[in-house]
């Protein structure tokens, strides 16, 4: 029997927009058809059919599946606004207004095939039309080719048969010239001198050779250092910083695809448009590079640009939460800065020096961030007042702030070493106090979370979680995602024991979107979704609505195949939807899933009973009861008449 679907509908001038609820539904499986005055939607179980009031332009409807169901785009024939979606005709103009349409609609997709037919015989035509024009058109080039080429090579031949001739007439005359008498006049002529050809080229005036002498050349002793291959033996310059040995320490970069990569200006660059990005893993490996290249036992002859590498590596780290790391380079780079402003102090202008003495209070209060996240108050506090002293003027308020928050930061250790005790509520204490301090601490808000749900304070828990999430999807950075991945199975563990497993499984599946690597994480994914599909199959089975159980039980057991509550539900969906051969394999992989649970076992064995003795097959049907009775003695009443019907068919 199909299920009249529910629907909701929404307009305007120009367009209507249904909406229909088809739980379970796929779209390979649904049927919807559409005239102008028409809507029929078949999608077992579900029917629904609809005569609207007005016409509409079916050619341009759209159906479009969404979470939430199928939804039809219909746009109006007419603009203009509907007072209701159905017409209120009677029955017997409804019915004959409905073939109408649908008659209508049909002739209208039969001409629009044959319009289509005709259309391809048509392109089919023109391509094959133009295929021929084409072919002719390059025989022709072919053919208007080889009559060049051929009048050329007549050309040629007609020219070289004219120069043959002309050569034989010549050597004829000189021929009759030789054979002729010579007269006395001739005789006493003296003879022409032989012509003799000139040579091609004449001998042009050529000097002497040059020399032969050794040429002497000195070259100005370099200062600075040079490659290891290089014979660098000279003396140092006097701006030169001291060195062991004249070799310069160039490590190549493994990863460079270009020389640009061996450049460490174009590698610093690099990474600061990474950090601009967001990008900071990319951007620590950038500066990396060229910290390499460029930290060497010459590194004091470019202090200050190499300090800039570890400072901005030192915010990398920071954003990547490592903080010993940020912590170390920010030694480097305060070591540098000093360094350079010990040689430097004489010849700096006034100006410089500020600037220099800002850059350090920069990587002193990010070196005192990195130690107030390690747990070293101490360390933190000496940082940031050295960093106030050395600040300018506008920098510092903020570091003023940073600096009070470190009573805060001290109430959170405490209580952290409480929570590790187990005194949840002297650590519950100390957080909210830590809260009165900085309330923006989102580690705070994660670990008050943690107390109220190791003592059941459920509610207090989804609060706390919700409180951290909101300022972590504020905040930017890589390091990010795993502390609210945490912080969001942690308010999914608490709302899955309030119940609330719909919210519990989307707070688990954008968990496990930021770590996707983690098992445990993905485990508990699929238990909660498993938990949702279970209960939305109780759910439809309660309402009769079997089908749809039967489809929300299988995406539970693809969740999580050992559940079995699900199995001995999908049993008895299989059973009562008279599928009993599909029951029967239910039932067989239940029972090698439910050996440790005897009640659920019993259960199972009846249910497969049951679909055994609807086929026929009566002896085993009656060992699985015998079975279940043996499994759970409190079935033997209720099985009692089923035991006496086998009995009678065996």
């Known amino acids: 029997m199909p299920i009249t679907a529910e629907y909701q509908w929404e307009q305007t001038k120009a367009a209507v927009s249904l909406l229909v609820p088809l739980r379970g539904a796929k779209p390979n499986t649904s049927d919807v058809f559409v005239s102008a005055e028409y809507v029929k939607i078949n999608s077992m179980p579900y029917f629904l059919e609809l005569d609207l009031r007005n016409s509409i332009v079916p050619s341009k409807a759209r159906a479009v599946f969404e979470p939430q169901g199928l939804r039809l785009f219909l746009p109006k024939a007419e603009p203009c606004k509907w007072s209701d ?44 039309k133009r295929s021929m024009e084409l072919e002719n058109e390059k025989k022709q080039w072919v053919e208007d ?52 050809r000139k040579p091609i080229e004449e001998a042009a005036n050529i000097p002497p050779p040059r020399c032969s002498n050794v040429v002497r050349m000195t070259f100005t002793k370099t200062t600075r250092p040079t490659p290891a291959r290089a014979d660098n033996a000279d003396k140092l310059g006097p701006n030169d910083a001291p060195r062991s040995r004249p070799i310069l320490k160039r490590l190549s970069n493994p990863d460079a695809v270009d020389i640009g990569e061996q450049n460490p200006d174009w590698l610093k660059d690099r990474g600061d448009k990474y950090v601009q990005m967001g990008d900071f893993q990319s951007a620590e490996s950038a500066y990396s590079a060229a910290i390499a290249l460029d930290d060497d036992q010459y590194v004091d002859t470019i202090a200050q640009k190499v300090a800039s590498y570890y400072s901005n590596r030192a915010l990398c780290y920071m954003q990547l939460t490592r903080f010993k790391n940020c912590a170390s380079d ?28 800002v850059r350090m209070s920069r990587v002193l209060a990010r070196r005192a961030s990195a130690h107030a996240q390690l747990g070293d108050v101490l360390k933190s506090r000496e940082d940031f007042e050295h960093a106030i002293k050395l600040c300018a003027p506008e920098h510092r308020e903020a570091l003023e702030h940073d600096l009070s928050k470190l009573g805060g930061l001290e109430l959170k250790l405490q209580a952290d070493s409480a929570t590790r005790e187990g005194r949840y509520d002297d650590a519950l204490l100390l957080y909210v106090e830590a809260l009165s301090i900085d309330g923006s601490n989102p580690s705070v808000h994660s670990n008050m979370a943690l107390c109220h749900l190791a003592m059941g304070e459920h509610e207090h828990c989804v609060s706390a979680c919700s409180q951290c999430i909101q300022i972590l999807d504020g905040e930017a950075g890589v390091g990010k995602p795993a502390q609210l991945a945490k912080v969001l199975a942690r308010r999914g563990s608490a709302l ?28 508990d994914c699929a238990r909660i979704g498993a ?120």
């Open 85 to 128: 979606l159905v017409t209120e005709l009677e029955k017997e103009e409804r019915v004959e207004r409905r073939e109408a349409s649908i008659e209508a609609r049909h002739e209208e997709l039969r001409q629009e095939k044959i319009t289509g037919k005709k259309e391809r015989v048509d392109d089919d035509q023109k391509a094959l």
């Open 145 to 196: 080719r080889k009559a060049e080429e051929f009048a050329k090579y007549e050309d040629q031949t007609l020219n070289f048969e004219e120069k043959e001739k002309a050569a034989e007439a010549m050597l004829l005359e000189d021929e009759e010239t030789e054979e002729e008498p010579c007269s006395s006049e001739a005789a006493q002529k003296p003879k022409p001198a032989v012509r003799r």
């Open 330 to 357: 920010c030694d480097r780079a305060l070591a540098l800065l000093r360094e350079y402003e010990s040689r430097q102090r004489h010849e700096l202008p006034l100006e410089q020096q500020a600037a220099l003495s």
């Open 496 to 523: 899955s024991e309030l119940r609330r497993l719909k919210e519990a499984f989307t707070d688990f599946e954008r968990a496990c979107e930021l770590i996707p690597s983690d098992t445990t994480l993905q485990k």
């Open 531 to 650: 938990a949702v599909h279970r209960a939305n199959a109780d759910e439809s089975f309660s309402q009769g609505e079997l089908e749809l159980a039967l489809a929300e039980y299988e995406l539970g057991l693809a969740l999580d195949e050992a559940s079995a509550p699900m199995l001995a539900n999908q049993a008895t969906c299989l059973l009562q939807l008279q599928k009993y051969d599909e029951c029967i394999e239910v039932c067989n992989n239940a029972v090698e899933v439910l050996q440790a649970k005897p009640k659920m076992l019993a259960s199972v064995l009846v249910r497969r009973g049951s679909a055994l003795g609807k086929i026929g097959q009566y002896s085993r049907a009656l060992d699985d009861l015998n079975k279940a009775i043996e499994l759970q003695p409190s079935f033997a009443a209720s099985l009692e008449n089923d035991l006496k019907a086998l009995h009678k068919l065996l």
